[in-house]
């Protein structure tokens, strides 16, 4: 689809859930699912139901489909079926590979504290058996606002026992895009050896990938918040594989990654869906899709931008598509998040969101957030969003902050801690 010929109400009669009154600005935690995945699984799970790799025919129909989804879905990001596992969630894709990863005690990890907690915890946990070292990779720029993952701090944590380092492609609060390239090559000029493992989770729905070009080692991401059925995917090279025992059963090969970390074959209905996912982000092009993401992004950051005295934004302000992605946060000074949350809701059907989204190292250790949990205020945009939407929110927004909403929830949680 041309940039000059996109038609918004083309795209959202593609996704039936955008026919509601709702308005779906809780992206970042699931986009709504395209009509003909939505058709694919329902004619799966009426014809094709059944074991595969049997030799009967709807046996060798539905392992054909399940093929398809597989080679869709590595294709999509440059790879090899055989480098790719489906899984039920990237926080479980990443805790199985922490459990598969072969590692000496005393080797050096590096953790990045930008992170949604999918691509922290199970390394901290592997590291209290392994006896691992954990370096934590703390930015030492503009850390109360706008903090990004850049080489030049990485440089320094890296050491010739520095075996696994782990970021965001995108973090699901700053919305910022990390350059995974320069950060490969910085990690792979110091030690061949070290391996990259990327969450793209906030990535995957805005940008196009290839995990040949980024340098990675690992690469997982949800193909529910990319217009898809609730299951993830796992890349993992074939150098990368050689350091991961098997997690499937004795008698099979080590031949792909979903012999070695695929337990029970994944979710067939939602895998076999994957080509028509694929079909309709090659039909809509990503190039049409980040014009259309920054014209709804910059009606939010421009306004949020005009109120620096009462609004505390949180990430890249620009609303550059190659700088940043349409997920955005901010904090109304003197005003729960949770309380402008409840004043949007109270008036509109604008669905966002208030929290620390799983990343509460972030918001504590980083941003020195006080009250990690209250969190931000965080709208995450999709290109099937429409300007008018996002107009229509700044104006409930601004009703919102003049009215102060926020600051009676905060005042409730005071008097409710003196109470105690």
Known sequence: MAVDAFDVAAIRAQFPALAQKQV???NAGGAQVLKSVITSMSEYLASNNVQLGASYPISQASTGKFDAGYAAGARYINASPAEVVFGASTTQLFRNLSIALKIEPGSEIVLSTLDHEANIAPWVQLAEWKGLVVKWWIPTKNTDSNPRLEPED????????????CCTHTSNILGTTTDVAALS????????NTLFCVDAVAYAPHAPIDVKAF???FY?????????PHVSMLYASKKAQEQLQSLGHFFKS?????????????????????PEVVAYINQVGWEAVGVQEEKLQEVLLSYLR??????KIYGEPSSNRHLRHPVISFRVKGQSSLGVINGIEARAPYGCRSGHFYSKRLLERVLGVQDSDDGVVRVSLLHYNTVEEVEGLVKVLDE??????????????????AKL
Request: with cysteine; proline share 2%; charged share 25%.
């Open 24 to 26: 779906f600005m809780d």
């Open 154 to 165: 990485l440089k320094a944590l890296l050491s010739s026992r520095t075996r696994l380092v």
């Open 185 to 192: 090559k910085v990690i792979h000029d110091t030690n061949p």
């Open 215 to 217: 340098g990675v080692d």
């Open 220 to 228: 997982s991401f949800s193909w529910y918040k990319v217009y898809g």
């Open 254 to 274: 080590r031949n792909t990654l979903e012999e070695l970390l695929g337990l029970a074959g994944g979710n067939y209905e939602c895998i076999q869906s994957i």
């Open 306 to 311: 005009s109120k620096p005295d009462q609004i």
């Open 400 to 417: 919102v902050i003049k009215e102060g909403a926020g600051k009676d929830v905060q005042d409730s949680g005071r008097k409710s801690i």
